[in-house]
């Protein structure tokens, strides 16, 4: 099996910040993943909330220097899917055994969704040390994080839903945060208006942020 904890500790030393992608037009893929690549977001997590979703991560994964996973992976077939697709690491909102077990099956690197404490030591006593805190505003934020670091220092997360561009800094503080991810930096109106000079824009500031 793939060390997932590395590939995924890599993957958050290449930028504070995961874009969160959705993207309805496979049109807009390529210069959408250049934008982001050119403004210093390597990192790229393409959404299973589109039909053409698959089809952006293919070619997504065509653009130089980018590393695009798969987010929202609900179901084992979402698995299948992703990585005939070429995704190279996965994202969940949740982490069902059902899920879990197929992403271990298929050895996919994963930051599996974990919103409490059982969820986040359930998934640590299967091997996964970094995690996605989701919904991170929802759930308790800065708090919650904080709270959680005491008893369970082994566990690092990348928070990520209501994360922005003003409250990041506080997140990427937290010495159990290694990265965050959302959908600011790439928002579909501004990729269906083709704003990719904005898009590099924010992607800039967004690598800029301290950690
Ligand atoms: C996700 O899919 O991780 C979230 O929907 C992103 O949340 P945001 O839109 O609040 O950044």
Redo the contacts with the bound molecule.
């Keep these: 099996m793939i060390n997932d904890t590395a590939y995924i500790r890599e993957l958050a030393s290449l930028a504070p910040i995961i874009p969160?992608i959705v993207v309805d037009d496979v049109a807009d893929a390529i210069p959408l993943a250049k934008a982001l690549v050119r403004g210093g977001l390597p990192v790229l997590e393409v959404?299973l909330r589109t039909d053409c979703a698959l089809e952006v991560i293919k070619a997504m994964a065509t653009v130089e220097g980018a590393r695009v996973g798969a987010?929202?992976l609900v179901t084992p077939q979402d698995v299948t899917d992703v990585i005939e697709a070429g995704a190279t690491f996965g994202v969940t909102?949740g982490s069902p055994a059902a899920l879990v077990d197929a992403v271990l099956e298929a050895n996919l690197p994963l930051l599996p969704g974990a919103a409490t404490a059982t969820e986040a030591m359930t998934l640590q006593a299967r091997g996964f040390e970094v995690l996605k805190f989701?919904?991170a505003e929802a759930a308790g934020g800065i708090k919650m994080l904080k709270g959680l670091g005491g008893p369970l220092p082994g566990i690092s997360f990348c928070p990520?839903?209501?994360?922005s561009l003003e409250n990041a800094p506080d997140y990427l503080a937290l010495p159990n945060v290694v990265c965050a991810?959302?959908?600011?930096i790439a928002p579909l109106d501004l990729v269906k208006a083709g704003d990719w000079d904005e898009i590099e824009n924010r992607a800039r500031a967004a690598a800029a942020l301290p950690r």
């Design positions: 969160v959404t987010g929202t909102p989701f919904p990520t839903g209501g994360v991810g959302g959908s600011w």
